[in-house]
């Protein structure tokens, strides 16, 4: 192998044929002799650079013999590490899952004539427009950089510097001691972290945060409002970026999209990059070569109560037959307590039934639905476990009210609980929070948010 790589470069010298076939001979005999004697191994652009200085011709032809072995080795390098990073496919689904969850297509973060570079929460994939297919990927969840277009107040800003993105989190301005370096051209990716203290650092951090928010300024504006967009947007049964990417070369304006057509329609989808003029609307649109969606994920495991509270156990297990959900959700059960009244050969359990549906995006657990329904359990031990043995469940309509006082006859205090918002309203939170920290931790999550029916994202673990 040594040999063919040795020939290689020396055929790139300016040489006659008569002095190249001398040259060789002396070459590969030196070689050989060197393999013989068992010395360590000495790399082939090595054995050729000592044996032309050997031979006094080292003046003359040193510029050829360096740069034919900087082409052959150093661009041989440079393919290997190329070869060994690549575009995860399951990342690239990942990412437009979230999307299809966010309904709206995956943030722009870099787009030039040569790449494109897209993500959210699940994690960044870059696009070699040249080659016509996705050339890396990057978990961000695994980095901890996973906060893009999350709606927190933890933000992760990507900002590109030349060939490479600085990828960093901050919080209300505030920039995180470590960030990330991803090049754009071997795709490596390094940690960094601000090693100056104080003032210096501080300053460090905030000048990172003000290049961001300059760049974020310059080069994103909600699709929606660009009036060029508008009417394609409402038009058809595509999903595009929530921000366009904007650009301004040759003395024009232009915003771009990611777009998954045909998303709302079941229709066969593909991938693209749409470009417009601001100015007069003119544009094109950029095919790109990514896997297709999968269909929406199976069921996210079914939540199991872990707690050691045995009356809690029994209420889980009774209720557990009676789930129903979406394909995609899981629905987890959060009883409000109202009061336990232990009998001689049983326990009443006054009790609130909460429940909420999440489907998973990210690392957020999206709420999608839910429900209350006011109830008494009683249960009775068998075996040395708790299990209902009856449930009195409050009817719909006029006769609700009524239905409560009937099962909490005698029990004045417990009643009033039922009838008091503030209270359930305050206890459910309190429990939503135990039984969301329980999923995360059954499903082994570094992370775990969740977004209620109001927009508002609250971060469990």
């Given at each position: 192998?040594?040999?063919?790589?040795?020939?290689?470069?020396?055929?790139?010298?300016?040489?006659?044929?008569?002095?190249?076939?001398?040259?060789?001979?002396?070459?590969?005999?030196?070689?050989?002799?060197?393999?013989?004697?068992?010395?360590?191994?000495?790399?082939?652009?090595?054995?050729?650079?000592?044996?032309?200085?050997?031979?006094?011709?080292?003046?003359?032809?040193?510029?050829?013999?360096?740069?034919?072995v900087k082409v052959l080795f150093g661009g041989r390098q440079e393919q290997q590490r190329k070869e060994e990073v690549s575009a995860e496919?399951?990342?690239?689904?990942?990412?437009?899952?979230?999307?299809?969850?966010?309904?709206?297509?995956?943030?722009?973060?870099?787009?030039?004539?040569?790449?494109?570079?897209?993500?959210?929460?699940?994690?960044?994939?870059?696009?070699?427009?040249?080659?016509?297919?996705?050339?890396?990927?990057?978990?961000?969840?695994?980095?901890?950089?996973?906060?893009?277009?999350?709606?927190?107040?933890?933000?992760?800003?990507?900002?590109?510097?030349?060939?490479?993105?600085?990828?960093?989190?901050?919080?209300?301005?505030?920039?995180?001691?470590?960030?990330?370096?991803?090049?754009?051209?071997?795709?490596?990716?390094?940690?960094?972290?601000?090693?100056?203290?104080?003032?210096?650092?501080?300053?460090?951090?905030?000048?990172?945060?003000?290049?961001?928010?300059?760049?974020?300024?310059?080069?994103?504006?909600?699709?929606?409002?660009?009036?060029?967009?508008?009417?394609?947007?409402?038009?058809?049964?595509?999903?595009?970026?929530?921000?366009?990417?904007?650009?301004?070369?040759?003395?024009?304006?232009?915003?771009?999209?990611?777009?998954?057509?045909?998303?709302?329609?079941?229709?066969?989808?593909?991938?693209?990059?749409?470009?417009?003029?601001?100015?007069?609307?003119?544009?094109?649109?950029?095919?790109?070569?990514?896997?297709?969606?999968?269909?929406?994920?199976?069921?996210?495991?079914?939540?199991?109560?872990?707690?050691?509270?045995?009356?809690?156990?029994?209420?889980?297990?009774?209720?557990?037959?009676?789930?129903?959900?979406?394909?995609?959700?899981?629905?987890?059960?959060?009883?409000?307590?109202?009061?336990?009244?232990?009998?001689?050969?049983?326990?009443?359990?006054?009790?609130?039934?909460?429940?909420?549906?999440?489907?998973?995006?990210?690392?957020?657990?999206?709420?999608?639905?839910?429900?209350?329904?006011?109830?008494?359990?009683?249960?009775?031990?068998?075996?040395?476990?708790?299990?209902?043995?009856?449930?009195?469940?409050?009817?719909?309509?006029?006769?609700?009210?009524?239905?409560?006082?009937?099962?909490?006859?005698?029990?004045?205090?417990?009643?009033?609980?039922?009838?008091?918002?503030?209270?359930?309203?305050?206890?459910l939170k309190k429990k939503k929070r135990e039984m969301i920290s329980m999923y995360a931790e059954q499903l082994d999550w570094k992370e775990?948010?969740?977004?209620?029916?109001?927009?508002?994202?609250?971060?469990?673990?």
């Amino acid at each position: 192998m040594m040999e063919k790589e040795m020939k290689e470069v020396f055929e790139k010298l300016s040489l006659s044929e008569q002095e190249k076939g001398k040259l060789w001979e002396q070459i590969t005999e030196k070689h050989q002799e060197k393999k013989r004697k068992k010395h360590r191994l000495v790399p082939a652009a090595a054995v050729l650079v000592l044996f032309f200085m050997g031979m006094g011709i080292y003046a003359a032809s040193s510029k050829n013999v360096i740069q034919a072995v900087k082409v052959l080795f150093g661009g041989r390098q440079e393919q290997q590490r190329k070869e060994e990073v690549s575009a995860e496919k399951s990342i690239i689904q990942e990412i437009w899952e979230v999307s299809y969850y966010n309904g709206s297509a995956p943030k722009i973060l870099l787009y030039t004539e040569k790449r494109l570079v897209f993500g959210n929460t699940a994690g960044l994939a870059v696009y070699d427009l040249e080659a016509g297919r996705a050339v890396f990927t990057l978990d961000l969840q695994k980095i901890g950089c996973s906060y893009i277009e999350l709606g927190s107040s933890l933000e992760t800003g990507c900002l590109p510097q030349g060939s490479q993105m600085v990828i960093f989190n901050e919080e209300s301005g505030d920039v995180k001691d470590c960030y990330y370096i991803l090049d754009l051209e071997d795709f490596s990716v390094k940690k960094q972290n601000f090693k100056s203290c104080g003032e210096e650092r501080e300053t460090k951090k905030r000048q990172l945060y003000k290049k961001w928010k300059q760049f974020e300024k310059e080069h994103y504006q909600d699709l929606g409002q660009i009036e060029v967009f508008r009417k394609e947007i409402s038009t058809t049964k595509n999903m595009y970026s929530y921000f366009g990417y904007i650009k301004k070369e040759g003395g024009r304006t232009t915003a771009s999209s990611l777009c998954l057509a045909n998303f709302w329609n079941g229709k066969e989808q593909s991938f693209a990059v749409i470009t417009k003029d601001l100015a007069d609307g003119t544009g094109r649109k950029q095919s790109l070569d990514l896997p297709q969606m999968p269909e929406r994920k199976e069921e996210l495991p079914e939540f199991i109560y872990t707690g050691k509270d045995p009356i809690e156990e029994a209420v889980f297990s009774y209720f557990k037959a009676e789930e129903e959900k979406e394909k995609g959700e899981v629905k987890i059960l959060m009883p409000v307590l109202y009061g336990i009244k232990e009998k001689k050969s049983s326990v009443l359990v006054f009790l609130s039934m909460g429940y909420k549906t999440y489907y998973k995006s990210g690392m957020v657990l999206e709420e999608n639905g839910g429900g209350r329904q006011a109830m008494r359990l009683t249960l009775k031990k068998r075996n040395g476990n708790y299990q209902v043995s009856e449930c009195l469940k409050a009817i719909d309509g006029a006769g609700h009210i009524k239905s409560i006082e009937e099962f909490t006859k005698g029990y004045p205090k417990i009643r009033k609980r039922y009838f008091n918002g503030r209270f359930f309203e305050k206890e459910l939170k309190k429990k939503k929070r135990e039984m969301i920290s329980m999923y995360a931790e059954q499903l082994d999550w570094k992370e775990a948010y969740i977004r209620n029916g109001k927009g508002k994202l609250e971060k469990i673990k």
